[in-house]
């Protein structure tokens, strides 16, 4: 009889720290997520904009058509965040499965892309929104280690290498870099701040301006 009654109190317990801890971390979600957009948006300056949630406090897909003076036409924005709201399952996405609040941005140049490219920092393994390449395709493949991190790079063409110093040179956590001739598309997937999405863009700019 003591134990069911021990069992009840600590369930209640539970029970109360699971709504305490949802409220916290729902207001704090919500206020990255608004953070998320204007960072984006300040520096992005979309005409047009469209915005479609993944779910509550999962995050969103967002659609930009850029101003004639962008070097891109449009952008492809895909932010996921770690369910820090769910007590019980926090634990789980943080040390197992997403780790960190994911951001990828996919990026349509004005100009054509005309070299293929794909690198990924070592630790991670991932999906976002641009496929993984047939890596088969490319002749040259190699491990680089700089200080921010140790990475495996697919290329033809040696003068690609430069975005390998753009990477390890920028205060951003960089897991993904893809440029597609296919696709038309050069993508970043990276770590979730508001603080560093100019970061972002620059490197963009830099990777379109090399393989364009």
Same mark, same amino acid.
């Given at each position: ?21 949802? %409220? ?30 993944? *779910?509550?406090?999962? *995050? %969103? ?55 293929? %490219? ?11 929104? *641009? ?19 140790? %990475? ?30 296919? *696709? ?29």
């Amino acid at each position: 009889m003591v134990e069911w009654r021990l069992l009840i109190v600590l369930l209640s317990l539970l029970a109360g720290a699971m709504v305490i801890w949802f %409220f916290y971390y729902r207001r704090r979600m919500l206020r990255f997520t608004v953070d998320m957009v204007k960072a984006l948006e300040d520096t992005f300056k979309p005409v047009d904009k469209n915005y479609y949630l993944l *779910g509550y406090l999962v *995050g %969103f897909r967002a659609i930009y058509d850029l101003p004639r003076s962008s070097p891109f036409r449009k952008a492809y924005i895909l932010l996921t965040l770690i369910p820090r709201h769910s007590l019980l399952y926090y634990p789980i996405a943080r040390f197992v499965t997403m780790r960190f609040d994911r951001l990828e941005v996919a990026v349509e140049p004005r100009a054509r892309v005309e070299e293929d %490219f794909y690198l990924r920092r070592l630790s991670y393994m991932g999906l976002g929104l *641009g496929r993984a390449p047939d890596t088969t395709s490319f002749p040259v493949r190699e491990r680089v280690r700089t200080i921010n991190g140790s %990475f495996e790079i697919y290329y033809s063409n040696p003068s690609l290498k430069k975005i390998v110093h753009y990477i390890s040179s920028s205060n951003v956590k960089i897991y993904r870099v893809i440029t597609s001739r296919e *696709g038309q598309l050069i993508s970043i997937l990276t770590e979730a701040n508001p603080k560093t999405v100019k970061e972002v863009y620059d490197i963009l700019v830099k990777v379109s301006d090399i393989t364009c």
